[in-house]
């Protein structure tokens, strides 16, 4: 597969993962405190130990004051060390290509006329708001820009986004070193999920046959498309050559989700209650050696959600719209993961989750699902008792903490939306 050097086998070295930092500086020195295998070196440049590698997730901006400098912190980890840093685009990383067609004359057919007759900011706001779910980014930016300059202006912050896409622009070349797939030993990588509609289908061509082939094709045609928007080509309609990247990104007209999509599809049902994916698609993917799947994109509490069956693992591991302030660590082998975390209980406890599971060892609870009450089973706490977990209406969470002996005697299953 071309995303590891032939000859190259990573399989037994350790993985540090992490996701959806989304411009929260807090969250990546979180990760990398005390971190066996990724540190920062003098408070600001990555660094990924001898034998490691560092995947990050996507969605490295839009919800706190620091996207810039943790862009700026990825990219330059991945120049001085690609062989051991692996960065994967997000939706809130790619959707910004949008903005240099849409602020330059071309907004889109819903924008309100009145945005539309407005000055850029104005138009930048309601863009970043309403249509890329990134409410409050303008003012994150700004924010981010006055720690420089105190008298940054609101077509300041306009011009900073732009220059971040156009030549030498952090942005255009953080979004030219990521990719959508990647695999490492049994492990498969990607930003939001994967279904049976988007293994194997690469926009605009044929049905591509086995996991590897089907990563890499992906991969050439992201690529194909990061380097039609750097040219600045359209077709001869005047569509933007780089349309299907934005499509991909997005979710299905209408829904909340584009199953069609790695970077927007979902491991999780319509409360964001992490589910794993079909039997038959575990089977396909166990056929090409994938025993495991990690994503991140979709929020399913303050740690990691680790989802098991038999000889599959999937791994929910997104860092945003939770409890805490700091981001959990994942940490993965072919044979084992280690996860650790920190969860705000609906009580008002803050608990600390530190654990390490063997792959196929379905002996505990671990990643198992109360089949009474659709409760989650993540972990053991520090505190002794076992972290509980739902999704419940209008996105709302319940973390629990039970004493092991309430689950004695209770039926446990895999979690699996059998609709």
């Not at 063997?358 to 671990?366: K, Q, Y």
Request: aromatic share 6%; with cysteine; charged share 25%.
């Amino acid at each position: 597969m071309a995303n590891t050097p032939p000859g190259t086998d990573k399989s037994d070295h350790p993985v540090a993962y992490l996701t959806d930092v989304e411009g929260i500086w807090e969250k990546l020195t979180s990760f990398c405190r005390d971190n066996p295998h990724v540190f920062l070196d003098d408070g600001e440049r990555l660094v990924v130990r001898p034998g490691a590698t560092f995947v990050y997730g996507g969605d490295a901006i839009d919800r706190g004051p620091d996207g810039r400098r943790v862009v700026r912190t990825l990219l330059d980890a991945w120049r001085r060390q690609p062989s051991q840093v692996v960065l994967l685009a997000g939706n809130r990383d790619i959707n910004k290509l949008r903005l240099v067609r849409e602020l330059n004359g071309h907004p889109l057919p819903k924008t309100p006329p009145e945005v539309r007759r407005g000055p850029r900011p104005v138009l930048l706001r309601w863009i970043l708001d309403n249509t890329m779910g990134a409410r409050g980014a303008f003012d994150f930016r700004r924010a981010e820009l006055a720690r420089a300059d105190a008298s940054v202006s609101e077509e300041d912050v306009v011009t900073s986004f732009l220059e971040d896409l156009g030549p030498g622009g952090m942005l255009r070349d953080y979004l030219t070193a990521c990719q959508l797939a990647h695999r490492i030993g049994n492990t498969l990588f990607v930003h939001g999920g994967l279904h049976e509609d988007s293994l194997g289908m690469v926009p605009s061509r044929s049905r591509v046959e086995g996991v590897d082939a089907w990563a890499e094709a992906l991969n050439g045609w992201y690529r194909e498309q990061l380097e039609a928007f750097v040219e600045g080509r359209f077709d001869p309609e005047g569509v933007p050559a780089w349309e299907p990247v934005i499509a991909y990104q997005a979710p299905t007209p209408g829904k909340r989700i584009n199953t069609a999509s790695v970077v927007y599809g979902r491991m999780a049902d319509e409360r964001n209650h992490p589910t794993l994916p079909s039997r038959a698609l575990i089977g396909t993917l166990a056929r090409s050696g994938i025993h495991r799947l990690v994503v991140g994109h979709t929020p399913s509490g303050d740690c990691p959600s680790l989802l098991r069956e038999e000889n599959f693992e999937l791994i929910l591991a997104d860092n945003s719209y939770g409890r805490v302030e700091g981001a959990s660590r994942v940490f993965l082998r072919d044979d084992s993961v280690v996860v650790e975390g920190q969860a705000t209980l609906d009580d008002g406890r803050l608990e600390r989750l530190h654990f390490q599971v063997a792959l196929g060892d379905t002996s505990g609870p671990i990643g198992r699902q109360l089949v009474d009450t659709g409760q989650l089973v993540k972990g053991p706490l520090a505190s002794g008792g076992w972290l509980l977990f739902r999704a419940l209406p209008q996105f709302r969470i319940e973390q629990l903490a039970a004493d092991p002996s309430t689950l004695t005697g209770r039926s446990l299953g895999p979690a699996r939306n059998e609709r």
